[in-house]
């Protein structure tokens, strides 16, 4: 497959999915929209695959779609930047660019996005501390962090990174050991490993209804990784961020989703949402790297969290 004839069709294909219409994609890359439409043609021919379906609202992707879109978005915010560097000539960025970041967003999300950014910005220098704890920028030196939950009041800009939900987990050998989980009843008659972060009576969604159900606090622990490791060696069940979950679970049998012994038990319902932040300290202009690293962080984590 020709890399040179596939990449503008890439661009092209990645607009029509932005703008949800032909017509709109045209308009903002000055085509006409039989050419956009000819264009997404050639490209479904070429992969071979369906990446688009209209509906009566204009088109929407199909899966595999929604797979070459994650990838796309990328190229296209790669060889925008390209663009601004030759239209502003500026002196590259350099020297240590030290972040904070919480526990398990490092793997699949952090540590690839800082990968792409010292590929951009090769004279940076990357120092990644790993916290559940709130981090001052200023008292810790820090050129950003990443923060999970409520914010607190403070002078620095916060932009969203995005939101997870809390899903419920055990290990497969303690499920075998012990009574099946049908419903969420069950839960009282099984180990449960709370967290200062979990209230008492906690708040469940099963789609939109909402459940209020007083959990059992027959273990306890007030770290996340912690939680995790305690689950994972058949102390209990415990409510993880989906996206943690997601790092050690494939799809199963019956119901459950099962690798490296984590089991995910009713996966009708989830937890509170988890909003994250990111956090810096310019008002306005943000140096390259700063503003591309966040455009990057969205990016994986969207793509680790779908």
């Known amino acids: 497959m020709n890399a040179l004839k596939l990449a503008p069709l890439l661009l092209i294909f990645a607009e029509v999915a932005k703008q949800k219409s032909f017509t709109g ?14 264009q997404i043609k050639r490209l479904e021919d070429m992969v071979e695959m369906q ?3 209209r509906n009566t609202r204009g088109v929407v992707l199909t899966n595999h779609g929604e797979a070459l ?6 190229l296209t915010a790669q060889l925008h930047n390209v663009v ?11 020297g240590e660019f030290k972040i904070s970041v919480p526990p398990f967003l490092e793997r699949n999300i952090v540590v690839p996005a800082i990968r792409q950014l010292c ?12 916290t559940g704890k709130w981090r001052d920028l200023i008292d810790h030196q820090l050129d950003a962090a990443i923060f999970g939950g409520d ?19 055990a290990s497969s050998r303690y499920l075998q050991q012990h009574k099946p989980i049908i419903q969420l009843a069950d839960i009282k ?5 709370a967290t200062p972060w979990q209230q008492n009576k906690t708040k469940l969604w099963r789609g939109d209804e909402e459940i209020e159900f007083e959990l059992p606090k027959t273990a306890y622990t007030n770290s996340l990784a912690t939680l995790v490791d305690m689950v994972n060696q058949d102390i209990g069940i415990g409510l993880l961020p989906n996206f943690v979950a ?15 012994n984590l089991v995910q038990v009713l996966p009708e319902l989830r937890g509170r949402d988890w909003h994250f932040f990111f956090l810096h300290r310019y008002q306005a202009n943000k140096p390259a790297h700063v503003a591309r690293f966040y455009e990057l962080l969205r990016h994986y984590f969207l793509v680790a969290t779908r």
């Open 51 to 53: 990446l688009l379906a």
């Open 119 to 130: 590929i951009e910005f090769p004279r940076i220098q990357p120092n990644i501390e790993i």
């Open 84 to 94: 601004q560097d030759m239209q502003h000539v500026k002196a590259q960025p350099s």
């Open 246 to 260: 997601k790092q050690r679970v494939q799809q199963g049998n019956v119901g459950m989703v099962m690798q490296n």
């Open 151 to 169: 914010l607190k009041d403070c002078a620095y800009k916060a932009q969203s990174v995005g939101r997870v939900h809390d899903v419920f987990c």
């Open 189 to 193: 008659d099984h180990v449960f490993i």
């Open 69 to 74: 879109l994650s990838r796309s978005e990328l």
């Open 25 to 38: 994609a045209a308009k903002k890359l000055g085509l006409s929209k039989s050419a956009i439409s000819q």
